[in-house]
Every structure is written in C-alpha cells, then in structure tokens.
T-cell receptor, first 117, second 114 residues
Framework: DAGVIQSPRHEVTEMGQEVTLRCKPI?????LFWYRQTMMRGLELLIY????????DSGMPEDRFSAKMPNASFSTLKIQPSEPRDSAVYFC???????????????FGAGSRLTVL | AQTVTQSQPEMSVQEAETVTLSCTYD???????LFWYKQPPSRQMILVIR??????QNATENRFSVNFQKAAKSFSLKISDSQLGDAAMYFC???????????FGTGTSLTVIP
C-alpha cells in the first residue's frame, strides 16, 4: 500500500488566493482526519470524516476553511481566501474504525507545507 | 475533551544512553488506547508504540518501551540505546476505545548527542 498520499508537498501562495490541499487515504480505511501543525499551536484537529461524512468540524478555524470528502478515496481541504496566519503544515491521516473494536491507529500522510505571503 | 500533557518541550540524550519522555493524560474513561508517534525532520508522523489501557503489561517494540501507570494517568516512553536516528519530535496521543478522535500532546523534541 502506498500509504496516505497528500498533494502538494509544498505550496507558496499570496494572501487572498484560494488554496486546495488534497488527500488520498489508505484503501479500505473509513475515517479521515485533517490536522494543522504550527510551532505556536502544535497539532490541531481541524475536521474528521467517518464513511465520507463529516463528524466533527469544530476545529475548523473559520468560514474560510472548508473540507469535503466526495468518496472514500479522496478528500480536499480548501482555504479561500488564504491569509498569512494560515501558514502551517497540514496533515491528512486515515484509519480503519470498527466502532466497538477500537484497535485502529492513525496513519499520516507526509503533510503539505503551506506558506501564504 | 480529553487532554494530553507533555511537560518536557525538549530533551537530549547521549548516543547509546537511555532517555524517558513523559506524558500524562486526563480522562474519566476506563478503557482507551495510548500511542507514541515520532516525527523526524522529514515531518512524516510514524507510529512508535501503542498501549491498550486494559492490559497491565507494558508494551515494547525493540528499543522502545512504555511505563504505563493507569492510576496515575501516566504513559512514559523509554528509548534504550539511543541512536542518532531517534532524533525527532515525539507526540503522545490518546483515544477512547469506542471513539474515533485522537487527542495529541504538544510534543517533546529529542536531540541525540553523538
């Protein structure tokens, strides 16, 4: 298995531009998570999906952020318009969640480093 | 929400020596999982070790072992025979047995001195 695949690895953009980050989870995994990592705030959960349905988006900073999971093998995190304070590393992670059987672990992608000038 | 605390922002260890990274957590649940993840400079998050709360035996993975103290809500990671490749940020994480949300600590940056 190729693992969790994220693109792009690096993105540099100017304030006000739209940014789209992409994620392909591990085949067969039914849960997908978006995290943001900064020096100041550490690793923050933005949103997670179970079976393509958003379960908890309380970590999404504001309306400028949106996430979708149109099918089991693809998710996007969009920032529109982007601001310099959005500069961070964004991680996607997936897991196989079986409800009462809680043996699942998180597998992370390599992250997307976003710089907003 | 559960909280995970790593009180050591930075640690250092001499190569071949042993180091222990601390983690405490707060929960009212009796059944849960605890994890240690490693993030090297490549920034890829890698699972190091996992512990089930209902197991009294401490988990071990080669040079990595944990000291799980359920009553004290403590979950420390011991790295034996430290190697240069162990230099990384280490994150402690919690997940309830039936839930699907992972709670992470703020991380401990480990430096290995040659």
């Amino acid at each position: 298995d190729a693992g969790v695949i994220q693109s792009p690895r690096h993105e540099v953009t100017e304030m006000g531009q739209e940014v789209t980050l992409r994620c392909k989870p591990i085949s067969g995994h039914n849960s997908l998570f978006w995290y943001r990592q900064t020096m100041m705030r550490g690793l923050e959960l933005l949103i997670y999906f179970n079976n393509n349905v958003p379960i908890d988006d309380s970590g999404m900073p504001e309306d400028r952020f949106s996430a979708k999971m149109p099918n089991a093998s693809f998710s996007t995190l969009k920032i529109q318009p982007s601001e310099p304070r959005d500069s961070a590393v964004y991680f996607c992670a997936s897991s196989l969640w079986a409800g009462q059987d809680g043996a699942n672990v998180l597998t992370f992608g390599a992250g997307s480093r976003l710089t907003v000038l | 929400a559960q909280t995970v605390t790593q009180s050591q922002p930075e640690m250092s260890v001499q190569e071949a020596e042993t180091v222990t990274l601390s983690c405490t957590y707060d929960t009212s649940e009796s059944d849960y999982y605890l994890f240690w993840y490693k993030q090297p400079p490549s920034r890829q998050m890698i699972l190091v070790i996992r512990q089930e709360a209902y197991k009294q035996q401490n988990a071990t993975e080669n040079r990595f072992s944990v000291n799980f103290q359920k009553a004290a809500k403590s979950f420390s990671l011991k790295i034996s025979d430290s190697q240069l490749g162990d230099a990384a940020m280490y994150f402690c994480a919690y997940r309830s047995r039936t839930g699907n949300q992972f709670y992470f600590g703020t991380g401990t940056s480990l430096t290995v001195i040659p």
